[in-house]
């Protein structure tokens, strides 16, 4: 496993992190999730990603990753780097979401009694709360660090001048802002607009979530839209129009994966961590044997000029 360091802080990250989006709920095997995280361990993975509402049911994930450490990784504690998030809907009721110091407190107690932790080494504002001050936020982020509860603080899905403005605040308080976690894959861009920049300039890591597209960027949808798919099911995040719409690219991007001895997936998250900006890339994982599959991508983090440009060229047409 490749490490890189985390901004300017005395923290490395693998190359490759596990996140637990998906596949880790209350409806998914727990045996499977097991067998998922011991492969992850195993191969070098130390940095599991987590938030209160990943489920389905919310919280489940986070209740099982629980039993999975005291089972499997209770004596691994100091060797794993987890982390939650809170900001979106968790319970009801107008203190069960946002950025206010009452929610983010308690949400956070929450998800350690579902991890059976006393600390987590991240905890991320997971999105911006227009109705609550930034300053606020901010207070409450730094009070869970001085409190004990997490080790480090991070934002995740604000935007380059959001995160500017908490990062300020959060130096001003003495607790920095570790880490950045934002979407980021060959077809969601955005981040290199400005955010990148601006998270290098502040001494602040960053780690990309959704590196394969939810799918797109594999060989699932290479020829049609296969039954039991995310976009078969009609998801808001990936429909099936916009599957048909990018085909031309997938199958494009596949042939330049296939002639540098890679698969899709492996070339995209190859892509991604060319750049040393980005200090992990979070991927998710169905069974170990998907996980194994996109960890090879490790073998090949080079491109060439004549490469880039042509994937440029398929991105861009």
């Known amino acids: 496993m490749h490490f890189r360091r985390c901004g300017n802080s005395g923290i490395q990250l693998p190359a490759l992190s596990l996140g637990l989006w998906h596949n880790f709920g209350s409806v998914d095997s727990l045996l499977n999730a097991k067998r998922i995280v011991r492969t992850a361990f195993d191969a070098g993975v130390t940095h599991f990603d987590l938030a209160n ?28 780097f987890i982390s939650t998030k809170a900001g979106y809907d968790m319970w009801p009721g107008p203190y069960g979401y946002g950025g206010s110091r009452k929610y983010l407190v308690s949400s956070l107690d929450q998800s350690l009694q579902r991890l059976g932790l006393e600390y987590v080494d991240v905890f991320y504002h997971h999105c911006p709360d227009i109705a609550t001050p930034l300053e606020e936020t ?19 899905n604000y935007n380059d001048e959001q995160t500017k403005n908490m990062a300020k605040l959060l130096d001003d308080l003495g607790t920095p802002c570790l880490i950045q976690q934002s979407r980021y894959s060959m077809f969601d861009r955005n981040v290199e607009e400005k955010l990148l920049d601006k998270v290098q300039q502040k001494g602040i890591g960053f780690i990309a979530f959704s590196p394969l597209a939810q799918g797109l960027l594999t060989d699932r949808y290479l020829t049609n839209i296969p039954e039991g798919s995310r976009a078969s099911k009609g998801m808001t995040y990936l429909g099936k129009n916009e ?37 992990s890339v979070l991927i998710g994982a169905s069974s170990p044997e998907q996980l194994e599959h996109n960890l090879h991508c490790l073998n090949d983090l080079h491109f060439d000029e004549s490469e880039l440009n042509i994937i440029k060229a398929v991105l861009m047409g």
Request: glycine share 8%; proline share 2%.
């Open 138 to 156: 901010a207070r409450a982020l730094d009070y869970i660090v001085r409190s004990g509860r997490a080790l480090y603080v991070g934002l995740s």
């Open 243 to 279: 599957v048909t719409a990018l085909q031309p690219k997938i199958i494009a991007l596949n042939e330049i994966a296939q002639r540098r001895g890679q698969s899709l997936s492996q070339m995209a998250l190859s892509w991604l961590l060319k750049d040393q900006r980005v200090s």
């Open 53 to 80: 509402n990943y489920g389905p049911s919310f919280g489940s994930a986070e209740e099982n990753f629980g039993h999975i450490l005291k089972d499997d990784l209770v004596h691994y504690r100091d060797e794993l």
